[in-house]
């Protein structure tokens, strides 16, 4: 029915119409991007943030640690151009189709994803102003506010694990400058 053909290493590429399939396809950059996110994932559902860094080990608390990570390195893309900014805007799209999946996942009703994605996406630029301002600013007693808020929902008070997520991630920031 499609032309097939082999390439070098023997797999079959679709040589029939590619106006029909290619909208179906992933092509390497946006693979690359998927990689790139299950890597944020990862690096924040670390054992290290809830056992050491005392983040709460919840859905808030992972969502949070997800939006820092991705923050951190939208921060660091911007830096890079215009043609990086195209990847933090993939990086993002990926995101968004998590966190819809997962809500899907866990049984909210078609009518509710999209009021629920709405408080996600307020809920990111709110914490990508915080983290961004107190990153800029010349104390690091800005980002610890931004993270007892975001991160630790407001426990107030200092406690070394704050202290030590918050030295963690100013030390990520100054290498990537």
């Known amino acids: 029915m499609f032309d097939t053909q082999r390439d070098s290493k023997g797999v079959a590429e ?18 690359s991007i998927r990689e790139l996110y299950g890597a944020i994932v990862a690096q924040a559902r670390s054992v290290v943030f809830c056992g050491a860094y005392g983040v709460p080990d919840t859905v808030e608390g992972r969502f949070g640690l997800i939006v820092l990570h991705i923050v951190l390195l939208l921060a660091r893309l911007d830096r890079d151009g ?30 509710t994803v ?55 991630g100013v030390a990520c920031l100054r290498e990537s400058r």
């Open 14 to 31: 679709d040589t029939g119409n590619p106006m029909i399939l290619r909208r179906f396809r992933l092509n390497s950059q946006d693979r």
């Open 82 to 111: 215009s043609c990086a900014r195209g990847i933090g805007q993939k990086l993002f799209d990926v995101f968004c189709a998590d966190l819809d999946a997962n809500l899907r996942e866990m049984g909210v009703g078609d009518l």
């Open 114 to 168: 999209p009021k629920r994605m709405r408080q996600f996406g307020e809920a990111f630029y709110g914490r990508q102003g915080a983290y961004l301002t107190a990153l800029a600013a010349p104390e690091d007693r800005e980002l610890e506010n931004a993270l007892a808020r975001n991160i630790f929902y407001g426990m107030n008070g200092w406690c070394w694990q704050r202290g030590a997520l918050c030295a963690g």
